[in-house]
């Protein structure tokens, strides 16, 4: 399966952007799709997943009741909504593919998209 981002941007604190990620080849109903950041000098980290069928959700503790996940398995999309901005919320953003379920580390996927970069200014 093939991956793409988009909806990155630059933002101030406070604001909201909303991330897409469509997917193309065989198979996304059937995937476990997480969203990851990678901020310099850091490791990547997850940031959300859902589960296949949307019904599960998971977060990192710094973005719980700010980002929500989300997926529309007809039009081969995964969503991340990102309300509340901070400044260290920058990083490159990417969606990952894999068929573990509730996977957490980046390891466990096994497609991934080229990311798009999100910059929130203080």
């Known amino acids: 399966v093939q991956l793409v981002e988009s909806g990155g941007g630059l933002v101030q604190t406070g604001d909201s952007l909303r991330l897409s990620c469509a997917a193309s080849?065989?198979?996304?109903?059937?995937?476990?799709m997480g969203w990851f950041r990678q901020a310099p000098g850091k490791e990547r980290e997850l940031v959300a997943g859902?589960?296949?069928?949307?019904?599960?959700?998971y977060y990192a503790d710094s973005v719980k009741g700010r980002f929500t996940i989300s997926r529309d398995n007809a039009k081969n999309t995964v969503y991340l909504q990102m309300n509340s901005l901070k400044p260290e919320d920058t990083a490159v953003y990417y969606c990952a593919a894999t068929s573990w379920s509730h996977a957490t580390t980046p390891e466990k996927y096994d497609y991934w998209g080229q990311g798009t970069q999100v910059t929130v200014s203080s």
């Open positions: 859902v589960s296949w069928s949307g019904g599960d959700t």
């Open positions: 080849g065989r198979g996304f109903s059937s995937y476990t």
